[in-house]
T-cell receptor, first 115, second 114 residues
Framework: AQSVTQPDIHITVSEGASLELRCNYS??????LFWYVQSPGQGLQLLLK??????LVQGIKGFEAEFKRSQSSFNLRKPSVHWSDAAEYFC?????????????FGKGTLLTVNP | SAVISQKPSRDICQRGTSLTIQCQVD?????MFWYRQQPGQSLTLIAT?????????ESGFVIDKFPISRPNLTFSTLTVSNMSPEDSSIYLC???????????FGSGTQLSVL
């Protein structure tokens, strides 16, 4: 069975600082990997996804993530955080079959941005 | 991308009552999904709702507790029946995007059961 671990429940960074949110997954084959963001009172918005190919993927809002098979990780990064990035971030894994939309989500990392 | 409208956005309900959550999509979609997000927990898939067939429930979820309707390709409802405080969660509707594995989410329904 697939699983996702986000080791950090809550992270606080200063505006302008760099950010890295950790995600480790467990899956028997090459997975689909996703990062979603949830702002207060909002649904989840897809930031970026990895299906295959280049292991460094670019997303919206200046985010990027790197797939490292050897470490079973898919960490999310941003070089300079903005106050509007304060939200909860979810990593998710899915099976690499185009008809399979069952995603397994991590418990999320809450990001606080200090001015 | 799909625009998903979900209502109510929040509700406070009494134990033993039922609440029906509506999900409207701005385009026709084959697969719709209902997720639950319990406080401090990750999202958990409740069921997959395909138009014209019965919903497929995940382990731990049953139709009597979470009946789902899918009358057409743009609309679905989830009912939380005979509610208890343990049902207090955010319930999210989502639809599948093209290209495999990508989901679009509604803004969720924050349910509190007293």
């Amino acid at each position: 069975a697939q699983s996702v671990t986000q080791p950090d429940i809550h992270i606080t960074v200063s505006e302008g600082a760099s950010l890295e949110l950790r995600c480790n997954y467990s899956y028997g084959a090459t997975p689909y990997l996703f990062w979603y963001v949830q702002s207060p009172g909002q649904g989840l918005q897809l930031l970026l996804k990895y299906f295959s190919g280049d292991t460094l993927v670019q997303g919206i809002k200046g985010f990027e993530a790197e797939f490292k098979r050897s470490q079973s990780s898919f960490n999310l990064r941003k070089p300079s955080v903005h106050w509007s990035d304060a939200a909860e971030y979810f990593c998710a894994v899915g099976a690499q079959r185009s008809s399979n939309y069952k995603l397994t989500f991590g418990k999320g990392t809450l990001l606080t941005v200090n001015p | 991308s799909a625009v998903i409208s979900q209502k109510p956005s929040r509700d406070i309900c009494q134990r033993g009552t039922s609440l029906t959550i509506q999900c409207q999509v701005d385009s026709q979609v084959t697969m719709m999904f209902w997720y639950r997000q319990q406080p401090g927990q990750s999202l958990t898939l409740i069921a997959t709702a395909n138009q014209g067939s019965e919903a497929t429930y995940e382990s731990g979820f049953v139709i009597d507790k979470f009946p789902i309707s899918r009358p057409n390709l743009t609309f679905s409802t989830l009912t939380v029946s005979n509610m208890s405080p343990e049902d207090s969660s955010i319930y999210l509707c989502s639809v599948a995007g093209q290209g495999g594995g990508k989901l679009f989410f509604g803004s969720g329904t924050q349910l509190s059961v007293l």
